[in-house]
């Protein structure tokens, strides 16, 4: 009997607890949604509207259509090619760095004989190399790789008729012809010496 009375006095202990919690329905706050969502709007119309690919204002001012280079088929631009492969020692203006990069900019190299000139840029420049009277002694790269011969003459063609200077266009064939008289280099020119051997 005893025993019979412990289990109904149990049950009774157990009806006065209370019952155990459970996670109430409460529903995400409407206005706390709207705000969410707001900002997710606000953030990928923010990213949306400053696209700054094309800004040139920063960095090298390399824009996104400078890197990707022209369309297939269209027609070779070479002050795309400039900006793309010299802008970066020879300066936006032509004017290079007093003392490190020699300047375009009425630079008797550049105006003058155009073979010479695509054979400087071809296979690039190292040693003494005497630019509107100042010494420079760094290292051109060359391009002979880099470039064939239509995009060479468009280069070259650019050079000579920007930053103040005033030299006849080059065409691709002028490349071709100065290619191939040096095919056999594969060193860059030794400055004012070597490059003495042309006119
Ligand atoms: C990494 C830097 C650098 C880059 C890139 C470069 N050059 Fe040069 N360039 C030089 C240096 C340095 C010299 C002088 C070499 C020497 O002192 O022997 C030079 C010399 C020249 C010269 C003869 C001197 C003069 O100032 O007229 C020409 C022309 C020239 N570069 C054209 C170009 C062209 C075109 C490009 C792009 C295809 C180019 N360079 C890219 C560094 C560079």
Redesign the pocket.
């Known amino acids: 009997m005893s025993e019979h009375y412990r289990d109904h006095d149990h049950e009774r202990a157990q009806r006065r607890e209370n019952p155990d919690p459970t996670e109430g329905e409460r529903p995400f706050p409407k206005p706390l949604l709207a705000v969410v969502f707001g900002l997710v709007a606000w953030g990928i119309g923010y990213i949306y509207i400053t696209q700054s690919n094309d800004d040139a204002a920063f960095g090298d001012h390399r824009t996104l259509s400078t890197l990707q280079g022209p369309a297939p088929g269209a027609k070779v631009d070479g002050a795309q ?2 900006n793309a ?2 802008v ?3 300066q936006a203006s032509g004017s ?1 760095l007093p003392g ?5 900019a009425e ?1 008797e ?2 105006t003058g004989d155009p073979a010479r ?1 695509a054979q ?2 071809l296979h690039g ?5 005497t ?1 509107k009277g100042a010494a ?6 060359p ?1 002979k790789d880099k470039l064939d011969d239509a995009e060479m003459a468009a ?1 070259l063609t650019h ?1 000579r008729s920007q930053f103040g200077n005033r030299g006849k266009p080059v065409d691709a064939k002028l490349v071709l012809e100065a290619r191939s008289a040096s095919s056999a280099r594969t060193a860059p020119w030794n ?1 004012d010496d070597e490059l003495a051997t042309f006119k």
């Open positions: 090619i400039y492969q010299c970066a020692c020879h290079g490190v990069f020699p300047p375009l630079s190299w550049v000139l400087i840029v420049v190292s040693g003494t190399l630019v420079y002694n760094g290292m051109m790269p391009f280069l050079i400055g």
